[in-house]
């Protein structure tokens, strides 16, 4: 079910992209890293990579989604457990949407 979940979460995102890139603060991310916790197959990192390609972009989530993931030019991907300490990507900022409706 876990891929299929997350193609669905990757439809989902679709229709948030415009607000996020229009009304995030990515412009004053230059040279920094942003970590997308709970980031499923790296849909909106890849859109701020594109975007905004002087973000160092992040996706992290659990280690068998990121083992299905495909490559996202611009976006580097990590497993772990964000309920573990110290698993989340040290980083300037971390983006979470809809990670917590389990």
Do not use: Y
């Not at 439809?11 to 942003?34: C, N, Q, R, Y």
Request: charged content about 20%.
């Amino acid at each position: 079910w876990s891929t299929r979940f997350n193609e669905f979460m990757t439809f989902f995102s679709e229709w948030e992209l415009p607000a996020i890139l229009e009304h995030g603060l990515w412009g004053d991310m230059k040279d920094k890293t942003v970590v997308d916790v709970g980031a499923g197959f790296g849909h909106v990192m890849g859109a701020v990579s594109r975007k905004f390609p002087e973000v160092k972009c992040v996706s992290f989530d659990q280690p068998g989604v990121i083992a299905a993931a495909a490559a996202v030019e611009g976006v580097e991907f990590v497993a772990g457990d964000m309920f573990q300490a110290g698993a989340i990507p040290t980083c300037d900022t971390v983006f979470m949407k809809h990670v917590l409706h389990n």
